[in-house]
């Protein structure tokens, strides 16, 4: 009786190691989920590129654009921010909130930005300035995956 041999690092449940298996989720459902050859997103400490085999992390999101980009094609996704779990041949991004960012309305960004930058002239508190700046953040990483949205597009 012969004893299989364990599986070669890289793939998982029948994927090809040249691929990651990726969720995108909130609270409210599933956003995407898909393979990519790689994904982008923003990390505490800066953007985080992931490619398959990647070693295991957990890390805090911070609010911005994660990119999954598969056979060439790319989609991109706007995150308030959330964690990053990462796996060999997996991306979790479990976001506090997420959009395509073709659904992104540049106007109510415009609008949310100008309201945070109002607030942030104000005398506050303590914690309503780190929300006002909170909102300021996350304002500004909407308009600027719309502008990135609109250049690729042109």
Do not use: C
């Not at 691929?19 to 400490?45: N, W």
Request: no cysteine; hydrophobic share 40%.
């Amino acid at each position: 009786m012969s004893r299989k041999p364990p599986p070669r690092a890289g793939r998982s449940r029948g994927r090809v190691a040249d691929k990651l298996h990726v969720d995108i989720v909130t609270v409210e459902g599933r956003r995407f989920r898909g393979d990519a050859d790689f994904v982008v997103a923003p990390g505490s400490e800066g953007e985080l590129g992931v490619l398959p085999r990647h070693i295991p992390l957990l890390t805090p999101l911070a609010p911005g654009s994660v990119r999954v980009r598969n056979d060439g094609e790319e989609q991109l996704f706007f995150v308030s921010g959330g964690f990053l779990e990462v796996r060999p041949d997996q991306v979790t991004v479990l976001a506090d909130s997420a959009e395509r960012a073709d659904d992104i309305d540049e106007a109510r960004a415009e609008e949310a930005r100008h309201r945070a930058e109002s607030l942030l002239q104000q005398k506050l508190s303590d914690a309503d300035q780190a929300a006002a700046s909170a909102a300021l953040a996350r304002a500004e990483a909407r308009l600027r995956l719309a502008e990135l949205r609109r250049r690729r597009r042109v």
